[in-house]
C-alpha cells in the first residue's frame, strides 16, 4: 500500500510547482507514515533538485528550516547560522478553519501595521491551520526572546492592564492625544488597526468615555477613566490569539514546505493570497489528488470526515474519489482496497 | 572594557576586596570591569547587581540624546528589551516608543552584557587559572553542588561511613572543581576508618592520573544518581559544558 501512495505522491509532485526563498541555505528534513521526520540535516543546491527528489522519492512529509544556513546539511553546530524567517503557526483543526482564518487575518495585519512587515507568505498547513513566514530583513536577525515577545503580543499570557497603567505613565501627557491623533479615530483615515496595541486601546477607551472623559483623556488625564472604562476597552482590543510559541521561538524548527502535499491528509499546504484566504476550502483548493478517480477503501474504524458531513462505517467497502480516499487512508482510518 | 593584559591582576584584588566586605556596593569603581566578567563567567547570582552598579554609573556620563532615539526600531527593541512586554508600549510601522532614561539604562545594560557574553569562555578560563584554586575554595563554601555530591558531603560530614565508590566519586568531585588538597582532606576527616596518609594518597593518585568526575550516567549506574537535576555531568552543575574540556 505504501509503494502505491508513493507513486500517487510522486505523480502529483510533478504538477506541483515549488518556490522556495535562498533554497540552498536550508535544512530539509522528511518523515515517512510512522513519523513526520525521520531523517534532517538534508539540502539541496537548487529548486529543480528539490522538485526532482520531490518526483524520485515522493516523501510523505517534507519541511524545512526557517533558518538560513552556510552549511545546512553539516551537523548543528556546524551549520553556520544566517538568520532565520520569522514564523507563526496558527493550528486549530479541520473544522474550525473559519476561526484560524480569522486569526490569520489579524495577525497579518499587525505584521503590518505595528510591525511594519511586508514580506509575508501565508500558507494553508495541509492539515489543521495555517503558517504565516515574514522575511523581511529586519526579521531575520531577531533572536529567541525576541520571537517569544513578539508571540506574547500575540497571545497576550503575561496581560495586565495594571501594569498597562503604571507603564503607561511614560506616554500620558500630549502623547495620549498623538496616539489617539494619528492612530486612532481621531485621525484623517480613521483605522482600527494602526497603532498598536496601545493605539487601539486608546481609541476604544475614547470610546467608552462620555464627552467629559474624552475631553480629559485628550489632556492626558485620567481623572475620568473609572476601571470598568478601561475593562469594557480592553474587552473590545484584545484578541487573544494562540499562537504555538515554540514554532516561533525555536531558530532550528522545521516547518512544513509550503506547497508541499501533507501526508497524513493529502492535501497540498498551499500558499494563499490574502484575497484567497477568505474564502478558502481546502476541500477545493488543497486537492491535489483526483476528483473524478473512484478508488476502493475499507474502513478500519468508523470515522467521519470533517467539513465534509460524510459518516463511514467500520468495516465497510466504499468506493470515493481519490483524493477523499487517500484522506481516510492517510489519517490512519481506512487501507486502500485496489 | 575588554580583556586587557592586567584585567587578571585587578580581577583577583577585586575578588579579593569583594571576598572582605561581601557587598558589590563597596567594590572599587576600576575594579568593578573585571569583578563583573569573572562574575558572569563564574558566580551568575552577584551578576545582576554589579551590572547595575556598573550600568549606572556609565550611564552617568552618557549623552543619552546621542545614545538612543526616543522611537527605536523594533528589532533593536527586540534584542535589547525584549524583557518588557510589548503590548504596552506604542508600537507602529516597526518602530516603538521608548522611556529615553529608563529604557535607556537597560538598552546599555544589555549592551554589556552581550559585550561579556562574547569573550570566549576558553580565553577566560585561561586567564583565570591561576587563581581559580583560591577561588574554588571560597566557591565551595558560598555556591552550590548537584544533589549528588550534596548527598555525599553531608554522608562524609556526618561521618557515616562510606563506600569505596561513594569516596571516589566525592573525591573525583573535588579534585576536578580543584579544591586544595588540604581541603578534601579536612571534608574527609569525619569518615569512621579515616587515614589522613591513605587519603592524600588516593587524592594525588587521582590527580596525577588526571581522573576526571564520573558522569550522570556512571553516577546512575553506581546508584549514587539522587535526583534528576537536568544535567548531564555533574561539572556542569559549575562550569558549563563548554569550560568542562579545559578543566
Redo the contacts between chains.
Keep these: 500500500m505504501e509503494r502505491k501512495l508513493r507513486r500517487l505522491f510522486s505523480r502529483a509532485y510533478e504538477d506541483i510547482e515549488i518556490n522556495i526563498p535562498r533554497v540552498e541555505q536550508r535544512e530539509f528534513g522528511i518523515g515517512n507514515l510512522e513519523k513526520k521526520i525521520y531523517k534532517r540535516h538534508l539540502a539541496f543546491l537548487s529548486l529543480e533538485e528539490l522538485k526532482a527528489f520531490l518526483i524520485r522519492e515522493a516523501p510523505f512529509y517534507i519541511s524545512y528550516s526557517a533558518a538560513y544556513y552556510q552549511n545546512p546539511s553539516a551537523p548543528m553546530e556546524k551549520k553556520g547560522f544566517l538568520g532565520a524567517d520569522l514564523v507563526f503557526d496558527i493550528d486549530v483543526s479541520l473544522e474550525e478553519l473559519e476561526k484560524a482564518k480569522e486569526d490569520v487575518l489579524y495577525l497579518y495585519d499587525v505584521l503590518k501595521?505595528?510591525?511594519?512587515?511586508k514580506d509575508i507568505v501565508i500558507n494553508y498547513s495541509g492539515n489543521r491551520g495555517f503558517h504565516i513566514h515574514v522575511r523581511d530583513p529586519?526579521?531575520l536577525?531577531?533572536?529567541k526572546?525576541?520571537?517569544?515577545?513578539?508571540v506574547?503580543?500575540f497571545n497576550?499570557q503575561?496581560?495586565d492592564y495594571k501594569?498597562?497603567l503604571k507603564?503607561?505613565t511614560?506616554?500620558r501627557g500630549k502623547?495620549d492625544a498623538e496616539?489617539l491623533a494619528?492612530?486612532g479615530i481621531l485621525g484623517p483615515s480613521p483605522r482600527e488597526h494602526?497603532?498598536?496595541?496601545?493605539?487601539k486601546f486608546l481609541t476604544n477607551l475614547y470610546g467608552v468615555l462620555d464627552e467629559k472623559g474624552r475631553k480629559f483623556l485628550l489632556k492626558g488625564d485620567w481623572r475620568y477613566v473609572k476601571s470598568s472604562h478601561v475593562k469594557k476597552a480592553l474587552e473590545k482590543t484584545r484578541l487573544r490569539l494562540d499562537v504555538d510559541n515554540q514554532v516561533t521561538s525555536d531558530l532550528s524548527k522545521l516547518i512544513r514546505m509550503e506547497n508541499s502535499i501533507h501526508g497524513s491528509t493529502g492535501l497540498q499546504a498551499k500558499v494563499l493570497s490574502l484575497e484567497k484566504l477568505e474564502g478558502f476550502d481546502p476541500w477545493e483548493e488543497a486537492v491535489v489528488f483526483s476528483k473524478e478517480k473512484k478508488v476502493l477503501v475499507q474502513m478500519k474504524e468508523s470515522f467521519r470526515i470533517p467539513r465534509k458531513n460524510i459518516s463511514l462505517q467500520e468495516g465497510k467497502l466504499y468506493r470515493m474519489p481519490e483524493y477523499l480516499a487517500l484522506f481516510v487512508v492517510l489519517q490512519k482510518k481506512a487501507i486502500l482496497k485496489d | 572594557m575588554g580583556l586587557d593584559k592586567d584585567l587578571l591582576a585587578r580581577a583577583k584584588r577585586a575578588w579579593e576586596l569583594f571576598e572582605k566586605s561581601k557587598n558589590p556596593d563597596l567594590v572599587e569603581k576600576d575594579l568593578l570591569w573585571p569583578l563583573m566578567v569573572f562574575a558572569y563567567f563564574r558566580k551568575p547570582s552577584l551578576y545582576p547587581r554589579l551590572l547595575d552598579r556598573y550600568a549606572k554609573e556609565e550611564w552617568k556620563h552618557i549623552d543619552k540624546e546621542k545614545f538612543i532615539e526616543e522611537r527605536i526600531p523594533l528589532k533593536d527593541y527586540l534584542n535589547y528589551l525584549y524583557d518588557f512586554p510589548l503590548y504596552y508600549r506604542d508600537v507602529r510601522k516597526g518602530w516603538v516608543r521608548i522611556d529615553r532614561d529608563k529604557d535607556g539604562l537597560e538598552v546599555l545594560k544589555k549592551q554589556i552584557t552581550q559585550k561579556i557574553a562574547s569573550i570566549p569562555r576558553e580565553e577566560i578560563n585561561k586567564r583565570f587559572k591561576d587563581w581559580r584554586t583560591q577561588a574554588e575554595v571560597r566557591l565551595l563554601k558560598v555556591s552550590s553542588h548537584p544533589p549528588c555530591i550534596e548527598a555525599l558531603l553531608k554522608k562524609a560530614k556526618e561521618g557515616k561511613n562510606m563506600g569505596h565508590y561513594e569516596r571516589l566519586a566525592l573525591a573525583l568531585y573535588l579534585v576536578n572543581i580543584r579544591l586544595p588538597e588540604d581541603d578534601i582532606v579536612e571534608i574527609f576527616k569525619s569518615l569512621p576508618n579515616f587515614k589522613e596518609k591513605t587519603t592524600r594518597y588516593h587524592i594525588q593518585y587521582v590527580k596525577e592520573k588526571g581522573y576526571s568526575m564520573f558522569s550522570c550516567d556512571k553516577m546512575k549506574e553506581l546508584k549514587l544518581c539522587v535526583a534528576e537535576c537536568g544535567i548531564k555531568h555533574p561539572m556542569e552543575w559549575h562550569y558549563g559544558k563548554k569550560a568542562q574540556k579545559t578543566l
Design positions: 501595521q505595528d510591525f511594519g512587515f529586519e526579521a536577525g531577531i533572536g526572546e525576541g520571537r517569544e515577545a513578539l506574547e503580543y497576550l503575561k496581560f501594569e498597562l507603564h503607561y511614560a506616554y502623547k496616539i494619528t492612530g494602526k497603532a498598536g496595541f496601545l493605539g
